[in-house]
């Protein structure tokens, strides 16, 4: 489509810089910390796209979004086009422009990747979702006439919000039921604002309710309602999107002295419950001087910065492989980095100790080197015998994972589940082993991503359609 | 928004308060409860469900001011509203003819004595009530307690009422009983109390349950903020609980956990208190009206 000339053209056009704020102003506040694109350089960048006819990108993409396409309209300046584009095959376009870690789906396969920097398709997303909503332009579709049946939702995290746009859009009455008093999951209580303003998050749940998806909050289903009733009273088909919220904590000494927190319940102190504006809001959290998150993934970096942001003398990351192996995305550990959150590689705890009144006063510690690679390919961490010393610190966050929410298959135990707890699904269709019910999400993968749960759920609607019109399982 | 349809005050400082909830009414049992958020700027807290009424669609919780969330809840009448009511939480209370059972309640921890007194006198129990409190005046359900008991015992520390002395001391004397033998103990109270109540019945090896009252976020078992120690193992009270074997409970890890915010709670309830233009947290005058 476009000519050799062109195309040498374009590849010399820089990446477009995303402005954000200086690292020492934004550890003062819980603003986002990129400005995103101006029109002007979401149109400079556009133009970097050299428009493939084969586009890797779209194979990168865990749902398959047209990116070319959508990037060539942002170029014409059809801004509003572009978000409608993405969102046909993304019902959260202005998330995923933030949380989705691009660099290693579109942008790693990008072609322009392979000389220089690959197109900014994520900030690129961002910048048209962003533009819609901003300038009023979001529209309701026309919702076709009820076909009669009426799907129950369980979670509204972003696997459960997915399925129920998916399913409205089809026709059916869909009722989402969510434990917590806001839905969301964990884009409200867990992700923190100043990477995903929870104020877009409730714009997607606004439209959602705008088409008709009926959301009813603190409702725990195996609860109130088991599956079994649900479908029985009134519901045809039940899509679970319950997550991984269950925190695994270590099983060494001291684990329960007051300072110790698992991610989830530091992070939904400060996002769900706005801890960081305490007392104005009720919920305290401990701040601490100097604080230590124990893991190196996504959420022990969200919980570091969060921390960072309530001002205590120091936050570490301690992590028992070294930096190469750090499961984050590279953009949160530069943020966290520039930040200047301290990172102790190559360290394991071995046990919490406290005072008399069961505070957290300290962290005993092992190093590490690495051995052999494991199971999983990477290189196991092997303790360095005498290598025993003491960290001070006052609040310590674990966040070496989550289990599956246990509350379903406490009541449904006709759903299998793996032995981890984690509901198996058929991959095609997210049918569970119980007729009427689907899974996706984390509560199917274990700690997964937005992007991924969103794909589930958009299977298993489609999937839901057609049992619900042919009845056949 | 869930309507507040009747309040009482049960003693200085105790309201019960009467919730619309008919999901919840229609579905808890001996033992649940409930979170609730007063308002946008709450915090998530929880509350025993002392009783329900299936047909009206009401549940009741009974609540004592101690800190912000508390005493803004006791502030608000019958007509007001609450904004997030999530339950019912929690496993229910195992009930069955155990034979002869003893419910301990001291001070608040007597309204959640009462469901489970109620369901266990249903199932066939000979129940057996001790219900203590400071002082008379913060004696709460005491006509409640004896409508399902087959019999009632009452202590005040201080002897304005009943029995002088702590609840252990009525049931150090039951347990000493050797011809009518206790069969289970079920303590609910302030934690030194059951703490105290599994120290009086370990050497008599009579199974006692505790329901256990840690600080909490969500509830669903999403943050372990609930965590305790049970026979050297970790529990998360929201859905694992609330009780748990009194022998094997942790007690002393639990009572340092509740003081977690210790600080941060006394700067809320003082800056409730500024904003309510009171002098003080705890300005009797104020609360009662
Ligand atoms: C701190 C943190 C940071 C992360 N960062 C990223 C990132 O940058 N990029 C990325 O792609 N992924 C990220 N992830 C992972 C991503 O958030 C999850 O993979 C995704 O949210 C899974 O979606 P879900 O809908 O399956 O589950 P969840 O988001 O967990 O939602 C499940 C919902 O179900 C509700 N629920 C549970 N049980 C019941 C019940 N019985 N009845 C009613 N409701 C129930 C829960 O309250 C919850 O709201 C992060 C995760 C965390 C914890
Ligand atoms: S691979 Fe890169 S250059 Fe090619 S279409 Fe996709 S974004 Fe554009
Ligand atoms: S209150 Fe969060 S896990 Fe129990």
């Known amino acids: 489509m476009i000519d050799p000339k062109e195309i040498r053209e374009r590849m010399k056009i820089p990446k477009q810089p995303m402005g954000e704020q200086e690292p020492m102003e934004r550890i003062k506040n819980f603003y986002e910390v990129p400005h995103g694109y101006t029109e002007e350089q979401a149109i400079e960048e556009a133009r970097r796209c050299i428009q493939c006819k084969n586009p890797l990108c779209v194979d990168g993409c865990p749902v398959g979004i047209d990116i070319p396409y959508f990037i060539r309209l942002i170029e014409e300046g059809k801004f509003i086009e572009a978000a409608r584009k993405l969102k046909e095959t993304n019902g959260l376009p202005a998330v995923c422009g933030r949380v989705c870690p691009q660099e290693d789906q579109c942008e790693r396969v990008c072609i322009i990747g392979k000389k220089g920097e690959p197109v900014a398709i994520g900030r690129l997303e961002k910048f048209a979702a962003d533009y819609e909503r901003e300038h009023g332009e979001v529209t309701i579709p026309n919702i076709p006439k009820w076909t009669g049946k ?23 009455r869909v009722t989402v039921f969510e434990a917590l008093h806001t839905p969301g999951g964990v884009l409200m209580y867990g992700i923190p604002e100043f990477r995903l303003p929870k104020k877009i998050v409730e714009s997607e749940v606004d439209y959602l309710r705008k088409m008709g998806v009926d959301i009813q909050c603190n409702s725990v289903v195996g609860k109130l309602d088991t599956i079994d009733e649900l479908l029985s009273e009134d519901y045809d088909a039940v899509f679970v999107g319950s997550g991984a919220g269950l925190p695994y904590f270590m099983n060494i000494p001291g684990e329960n002295l007051v300072g110790v927190y698992s991610a989830n319940e530091f992070l939904t102190r400060v996002n769900l419950m706005k801890a960081f504006q305490f007392p104005e ?6 701040k601490g001087k100097r604080v230590a998150v124990i893991g190196g993934g996504n959420t022990a970096m969200d919980a ?9 003398e120091e936050v570490s990351i301690i992590y028992r492989r070294s930096r190469e192996e750090l499961p984050a995305r590279e953009e949160e550990i530069h943020h966290g980095e520039e930040e200047g959150l301290v990172f102790r590689l190559l360290h394991n705890p071995i046990k919490f100790t406290g005072n008399d009144d069961g505070r957290l006063t300290a962290i005993e510690c092992v190093k590490m080197e690495l051995g052999e690679p494991d199971d999983s390919g990477r290189r196991r961490p092997i303790v360095i015998e005498g290598s025993e010393f003491t960290l001070d610190c006052d609040v310590a966050i674990l966040s070496i994972g989550n289990g599956a929410n246990p509350l379903i298959q406490q009541t449904s135990p006709d759903i299998k589940t793996n032995k981890w707890g984690n509901i198996t699904i058929d991959q095609d269709t997210g049918r569970t082993s119980k007729k009427g019910v689907f899974a996706g999400g984390d509560i199917v993968r274990g700690g997964s991503t937005v992007i991924l749960a969103m794909g589930d759920a958009r299977r298993a609607a489609n999937s839901i359609d057609e049992y619900l019109k042919t009845g056949q399982w | 928004m869930f309507e507040i349809t009747e309040k009482k005050k049960l003693a200085h400082l105790v309201y019960q308060f009467k919730i619309k909830a008919p999901s919840i009414a229609k579905k808890r049992e001996a033992g649940q409860f409930v979170i609730l958020r007063m308002n946008e700027h709450g915090e998530r807290i929880p509350l025993t469900i002392a009783d329900s009424d299936n047909e009206a669609g009401t549940i009741t919780v009974i609540v004592q001011e101690v800190g912000r969330s508390t005493m ?4 608000l009448d019958a007509g007001d509203t609450i904004l997030d009511v999530v339950g019912p939480l929690g496993m229910p209370t195992h009930i069955e003819n155990f034979g002869r059972a003893v419910c301990v309640g001291g001070g608040i921890g007597t309204a959640v004595t009462f469901p489970i007194g109620a369901a266990l006198k249903e199932a066939g129990n000979e129940v057996i009530s001790i219900i203590g409190s400071r002082t008379k005046e913060l004696l709460i359900l005491e006509e409640e307690m004896r409508s399902v008991s087959d019999e009632l015992l009452v202590t005040t520390d201080d002897g304005s009422y009943g029995h002088h002395g702590f609840v252990t001391d009525v049931l150090k004397n039951l347990l000493d009983d050797k011809k009518k033998p206790v069969d289970i103990v079920i303590a609910v109270g302030p934690v030194p109390m059951m703490r105290a109540v599994a120290e009086v019945t370990r050497p008599y090896k009579v199974k006692t349950l505790a329901s256990l009252n840690p600080i909490m976020v969500d509830g669903t078992g999403m943050c372990g903020a609930c965590r305790v120690t049970i026979a050297g193992e970790v529990k998360f009270v929201c859905v694992d609980g609330p009780e748990f074997d009194a022998h094997d409970t942790d007690f002393d890890e639990l009572i340092m956990r509740n003081r977690s915010y210790f600080k941060e709670e006394k700067t809320a309830t003082e800056e409730y208190a500024y904003h309510q233009g009171q002098g003080g947290c705890c300005d009797e005058k104020k609360t009662d009206a």
């Open chain 1, 281 to 286: 809001y009720d919920t305290p959290v401990l």
């Open chain 1, 304 to 312: 570091a910065r969060t921390a960072l942001r309530l001002c205590p």
């Open chain 1, 150 to 172: 009426k799907v129950a939702v369980v979670g509204g995290g972003p696997a459960g919000l997915t399925a129920a746009g998916d399913l409205v859009k089809m026709g059916h």
């Open chain 2, 72 to 75: 803004l809840l006791s502030g």
